[in-house]
């Protein structure tokens, strides 16, 4: 396992195009989280996943935005009808949740979205 | 509303020097906080985590305090190196999620 792994690493498309992101968790970790940065900026946390419930979605995610993990492993989000605001690095991280454990988030490289 | 902000935007140094990074939070009922680098275009490695319970945790040439009362955390980076120069970004945990400042851009020069 080498950590946590997204594809594509970088993705353009037209305004109003549909796109999705793949994000391959750490195999042992039973949470997955996804955030939002823009140029210059912190991540924004957007949603995560303890194995396959969503249990917890930011404002950010619009109705356009949605996101699954339908097996508890991998997720994937989808952006519809793309706007240049969309244009970001959208980074996944997961981590192992237990009790009151310190709950340590790995994250991926992420995925870049230029949105022409 | 939770905010994290991080002081100073950008630092430059020469090589050698020691230096300290800013973050402070306006909610102090915190999980914990983490100190992350990110390179140009990567993802986030995470540095060093401390609990709320906690006043500072060590990693090598790395030394993060955390004052939860005053909102405040510190990061000491001892005897800089080329190699530090990334963005440093400060990271507190409330519930479920990651509140982040918007970073420290490091640069050391040789």
């Known amino acids: 396992d080498t950590g946590v792994s997204q594809d594509p690493r970088h993705k353009i498309t037209k305004r109003g195009q549909n796109v999705t992101f793949r994000c391959d968790p750490i195999?042992?970790?039973?949470?997955l989280y996804w955030y939002r940065q823009t140029l210059g900026q912190g991540p924004e946390f957007l949603t995560y996943?303890?194995?396959?419930?969503?249990?917890?979605k930011s404002r950010l995610l619009s109705d356009r935005f949605s996101a699954e993990r339908p097996k508890g492993s991998f997720s994937t989000l989808e952006i519809q009808r793309t706007e240049q605001g969309d244009s970001a690095m959208y980074l996944c991280a997961s981590s192992f949740s237990f009790g009151s454990g310190a709950n340590v988030l790995t994250f991926g490289a992420g995925s870049r979205l230029t949105v022409l | 509303k939770q905010e994290v902000t991080q002081i100073p935007a950008a630092l430059s140094v020469p090589e050698g020097e020691n230096l300290v990074l800013n973050c402070s939070f306006t909610d102090s009922a915190i999980y914990n906080l983490q100190w992350f680098r990110q390179d140009p275009g990567k993802g986030l490695t995470s540095l060093l985590l401390i609990q709320s319970s906690q006043r500072e945790q060590t990693s090598g040439r790395l030394n993060a305090s955390l004052d939860k009362s005053s909102g405040r955390s510190t990061l000491y980076i001892a005897a800089s190196q080329p190699g530090d120069s990334a963005t440093y970004l400060c990271a507190v945990r409330y519930g479920n999620k990651l509140v982040f400042g918007a970073g420290t851009i490091l640069r050391v020069k040789s």
């Open positions: 996943f303890q194995n396959e419930a969503q249990l917890e």
């Open positions: 195999s042992e970790h039973n949470r």
